[in-house]
């Protein structure tokens, strides 16, 4: 009876990762996106740190981004196409180290599943080139949408409001 409890608990352990979260994966990077370049071209535009993070899925150092602190009105576009993502008016002190906004710009943000940590979240990243953002959470302010859109400051430049 033991050796039949240890083979299903093996069992479960691997079907963790199924083939539909695999197949999820994949049909994510199927994706065509209005603005498309080769990784030469990213590399050229892109800081190194925006090309981790935005074309390698990466993340910065919590509390490293001048964002953290920005109390600026204005709006927050991808660094890497200037599609405009976020407003400064849905922005929150999160606490959590990066940048964190209860809504996004629609149309602007897709989303998609992120296992690479060993379980899913749902990842974030630009609509328009497929840049990696971070991840939406469901500990966000109750007040308004629940959410917490947590992203990389340096998936991000800030048009300030000229008024």
């Known amino acids: 009876m033991k050796?039949?409890?240890?083979?299903?608990?093996?069992t479960l352990?691997?079907?963790?990762?199924?083939?539909?979260?695999k197949s999820s994966q994949k049909e994510n990077e199927k994706v065509n996106f209005n603005v498309t370049k080769t990784e030469a071209e990213w590399k050229a535009q892109l800081t190194?740190?925006?090309?981790?993070?935005?074309?390698?899925?990466?993340?910065?150092?919590?509390?490293?981004?001048?964002?953290?602190n920005n109390h600026k009105k204005g709006v927050y576009?991808?660094?890497?196409?200037?599609?405009?993502?976020?407003?400064?008016e849905h922005k929150f002190e999160s606490g959590s180290g990066w940048p964190?906004?209860?809504?996004?710009?629609?149309?602007?943000v897709a989303f998609g599943t992120d296992t690479k940590i060993g379980y899913t979240r749902d990842e974030e990243h630009c609509a328009n080139c497929g840049g990696h953002l971070g991840h939406v959470f469901?500990?966000?302010?109750?007040?308004t949408t629940g959410k917490r859109?947590?992203?990389?400051?340096?998936?991000l430049t800030f048009v300030e409001d000229k008024e």
């Open 3 to 10: 050796k039949y409890f240890i083979i299903a608990l093996i």
């Open 13 to 21: 352990f691997f079907s963790c990762n199924s083939s539909a979260q």
């Open 48 to 68: 190194k740190d925006q090309y981790f993070i935005l074309r390698e899925a990466g993340t910065e150092r919590p509390y490293s981004s001048p964002f953290n």
């Open 77 to 88: 576009h991808c660094a890497a196409c200037n599609v405009p993502l976020f407003k400064s």
């Open 100 to 108: 964190s906004f209860d809504r996004v710009i629609e149309g602007n």
């Open 138 to 143: 469901n500990d966000g302010p109750k007040e």
């Open 149 to 155: 859109h947590c992203i990389n400051g340096d998936a």
